[in-house]
């Protein structure tokens, strides 16, 4: 199992910026694809943005523009930073390693909650 760690959740005003963590545990994170995924409360979760283990980002209409993902493969994380935040974005947030984009992992961490509240 692709184990990962999410961190650096918290809470944050409107049009705050946040930037969460994905650590890779037992395994090198950049020879796979790697999704941030979210969910709010009494909705279904949904994916926010994925990385390649080429490079190749996709997002969500709902946050292009404002949100980044990248990898630092020294460091074997990858991170979202989360730019002009909406009371909309509030929810959990997990990472995972994907067989691709768009494909929903069997599992998931304990994800990091991020709240966007004045």
């Known amino acids: 199992q692709l184990q990962v760690v999410e961190s650096g959740g918290g809470l944050v005003q409107p049009g705050g910026s946040l930037r969460l963590s994905c650590a890779a545990s037992?395994?090198?994170?950049?020879?796979?694809?790697i999704g941030w995924f979210r969910q709010a409360p009494g909705k279904e979760r949904e994916e926010v943005s994925c990385?390649?283990?080429?490079?190749?980002?996709n997002y969500a209409d709902s946050v292009k523009g404002r949100f980044t993902i990248s990898r630092d493969n020294a460091k074997n994380t990858v991170y979202l930073q989360m730019n002009s935040l909406k009371p909309e974005d509030t929810a959990v947030y997990y990472c995972?390693?994907?067989?691709?984009?768009?494909?929903?992992?069997?599992?998931w961490g304990q994800g990091t909650q991020v709240t966007v509240s004045a």
């Open positions: 995972a390693a994907l067989l691709t984009c768009g494909v929903y992992p069997s599992s």
């Open positions: 037992g395994f090198t994170l950049d020879y796979y694809t």
């Open positions: 990385i390649s283990d080429e490079g190749t980002t």
